[in-house]
């Protein structure tokens, strides 16, 4: 996981053409992000930030179908929230180009799926990409130092 949370980084500096998404995330999972963000960015000596690790987790679900997507989902919500819908904290990062189309879309390739149109299952998509990311990524450690 730190090696796509590199390579984020590293498009981030040099392409220097990442729009902000501004969107919904579970408040324990936006929790989560701040704080791994914060601590792997003093680790490392590196100016990491949340939305590395938003676009590090979507773009290893990108190519998923809307079946496979409301799958993750569904299992990330039953899993953390007994089947309950949870609530929503905004979030705003700056991600890649390909990530913000992709969280752009995720209406429209979730139509049909269950809550897609109240906007529920896309909190659910982009929530349960980080905290699987964010699960595998406290398993390798802190970050370690550019230096």
Do not use: C
Not at 90 to 100: K, L, R
């Amino acid at each position: 996981m730190q090696e796509e949370v590199l390579a984020s980084f590293i498009r981030h500096r040099t392409q220097r053409n990442w729009p902000t998404w501004s969107g919904r995330i579970e408040g324990e999972t936006k929790t989560r992000l701040l704080q791994k963000a914060d601590d792997d960015a003093l680790s490392s000596g590196r100016n990491l930030m949340p939305g590395h690790y938003l676009d590090a987790a979507l773009r290893l679900v990108k190519d998923l179908s809307a079946e496979e997507l409301a799958a993750l989902a569904n299992e990330w919500l039953i899993e953390k929230w007994s089947g309950e819908h949870p609530p929503g904290v905004s979030i705003q990062a700056g991600v890649s180009p390909e990530v913000y189309e992709l969280l752009k879309g995720l209406k429209r390739t979730l139509r049909g799926q269950r809550g897609a149109g109240s906007g529920g299952l896309i909190l659910d998509v982009v929530s349960a990409a980080v905290d699987r990311f964010l699960d595998a990524a406290d398993q390798e450690g802190p970050f370690p130092s550019a230096r």
